[in-house]
């Protein structure tokens, strides 16, 4: 597919594929076809996504950008302006601003894409991704090393999928923070934006990045994703560029399937509680299904209450004396250590 790298400071692409819904024996896909064995369900045509949700043209990005996060993109100052950014686009879409967890930058990249994704979702009353999913993930990575679209997984634990959608963001002088690759994915993703097949005439697929964290997925199903990073290069022979970036691999399957996912802790409340034991504590987060183990400063908990795959309310066991713990929340599809503002203080 013919790429161009968009006009900022910073030179960027994006690529996609549409969300496919499986149908066997039909194949079309609007953003990108792809070879696939006869294992693998052909895609139809893209979902769609909630009416008037894309904005009316992509959001400027300040100058502020480049000053705070081109030399520091993990900090403070850098954070800041990217969530203004994001914000901007929210109100551009007329919607309340992101509801940012306290000690947001403690979250990994991953996660942090994962709840963006969400809170977009439920702002338009869409149900959640469930969570993030270690195969997609590994596939994920390395199409962003490569700069090219994630393609599905043909079965996960057995199950086929029943419609996925991917996205990448690659870029030159890449600026690495995730709330970058997703304001482009959502509010820049327009004519003349950073979406490669949106830059310039003729014009096709734009918007599809945000479609694609947007698509209505067939109903009585469960959606996760794989969120990559990695570098390579762009180009061929003797002129190469380094490159790295971001991709998202969403697929979904039967309510009916145990698709593992690994579990994401967004807060816990309270964060304290007698060391004697006994305290309920509610943790927040996605991915909460088929839940293994719950385990504070190595102290199991008491009991376990799987409210939804969002929340968990636990009863904390008895420690030794004061400590201060990180919480570690094991699933069939993986585990997650809380951190930072996501500690449990046994008093």
Not at 214 to 242: A, E, N, R
Request: glycine letters at 10%.
């Amino acid at each position: 597919m013919p790429r161009r790298l968009a006009s900022l400071p910073v030179l960027i692409l994006l690529v996609c594929v549409a969300l496919s819904v499986s149908v066997i024996g039909m194949a079309t896909a609007a953003a990108r076809s792809f070879a696939m064995s006869p294992s693998v369900r052909s895609p139809l045509a893209p979902s769609s996504v909630p009416a008037g949700s894309d904005p009316r043209a992509n959001v400027a990005i300040p100058s502020s950008y480049l000053t705070n996060c081109r030399t520091a993109p993990q900090s403070s100052a850098c954070y800041s302006v990217l969530e203004s950014m994001l914000n901007a686009g929210r109100a551009a879409v007329g919607k309340a601003a992101y509801k940012f967890p306290p000690k947001f930058t403690y979250l990994t990249g991953r996660e942090q894409l994962l709840m963006l994704t969400n809170e977009d979702r439920q702002a338009y009353g869409l149900p959640v991704v469930v969570g993030l999913n270690a195969t997609l993930q590994s596939v994920a990575n390395a199409a962003a090393a490569k700069g090219v679209d994630p393609g599905p997984v043909a079965t996960i634990g057995g199950y086929a999928w029943r419609a996925y959608g991917s996205n990448v963001f690659t870029a030159i002088n890449y600026v690495a923070n995730p709330l970058f690759d997703y304001f482009n994915w959502m509010y820049n993703d327009g004519p003349g934006g950073t979406n490669a097949e949106c830059h310039t005439a003729p014009l096709r697929n734009c918007w599809i990045h945000r479609h694609n964290n947007l698509t209505i997925y067939p109903s009585g199903t469960i959606t996760v994703v794989g969120v990559g990073f990695g570098s390579g290069h762009l180009g061929s022979g003797s002129v190469t560029y380094p490159t790295s970036g971001a991709s998202q691999l969403f697929e979904a399957f039967p309510n009916s399937s145990k698709i593992p996912s690994v579990p994401t802790i967004l807060s816990l409340y309270p964060a304290s509680g007698s060391h004697a034991g006994g305290t309920t504590v509610t943790l927040n987060g996605y991915g909460f299904r088929s839940v293994t183990k719950i385990i504070i400063c190595g102290i199991p908990v008491s009991s376990i209450s799987v409210k939804s795959i969002s929340t968990i309310t636990l009863t904390t066991g008895r420690a030794s004396g004061k400590l201060l713990c990180n919480v570690v929340v094991g699933t069939t599809g993986g585990y997650t250590t809380s951190s930072g503002a996501k500690r449990f203080d046994y008093t």
